[in-house]
Nanobody
Framework: QVQLVESGGGLVQPGGSLRLSCAAS????????MGWYRQAPGKQRELVAG???????KYADSVKGRFTISRDNANNTMSLQMNGLQPEDTGVYYC??????????????WGQGTQVTVSS
C-alpha cells in the first residue's frame, strides 16, 4: 500500500511564505507525476502545480511567479515553496501521486490534505 503524507500547512499573513512537503512511502517502483491540488471552501479541487519524473513542470496561472514545485525522485518526496501568499490561496492542499507503479500494478494516490490559511 502506498501512503502520501503532507506537512507544512498553517496560518500566514498576506505576503508571507509557507513550504509544503509530501512524502510517498510503500513498495514504490516509480512515480510518473506528482502534484499539488487545493480546494477552497465551496469550490472544486484545482491543480496548483505538477511535476513529472523527468522534471517537466506546470503551474496554475494564479500561482506563476510565486510558487515553486520540486521533487526528489530517489526519495519519492515533493515540495511546494509558496511565496507572496494571498487570501485567495487559502484552502486545503492535497498531494497527488499519479501513475504510481508497484509490483501489484499502477494507480493514483492522494494525501490527507493540509490546511493553508492566509489572513491578517
Amino acid at each position: 500500500q502506498v501512503q502520501l503524507v503532507e506537512s507544512g500547512g498553517g496560518l500566514v499573513q498576506p505576503g508571507g511564505s509557507l513550504r509544503l512537503s509530501c512524502a510517498a512511502s510503500g513498495r514504490i517502483l516509480s512515480i510518473d507525476v506528482m502534484g499539488w491540488y487545493r480546494q477552497a471552501p465551496g469550490k472544486q479541487r484545482e491543480l496548483v502545480a505538477g511535476i513529472t519524473s523527468g522534471g517537466s513542470i506546470k503551474y496554475a496561472d494564479s500561482v506563476k511567479g510565486r510558487f515553486t514545485i520540486s521533487r526528489d525522485n530517489a526519495n519519492n518526496t515533493m515540495s511546494l515553496q509558496m511565496n507572496g501568499l494571498q487570501p485567495e490561496d487559502t484552502g486545503v492542499y492535497y498531494c497527488n501521486a499519479g501513475r504510481v507503479s508497484t509490483r501489484i500494478g499502477t494507480d493514483d494516490y492522494w494525501g490527507q490534505g493540509t490546511q493553508v490559511t492566509v489572513s491578517s
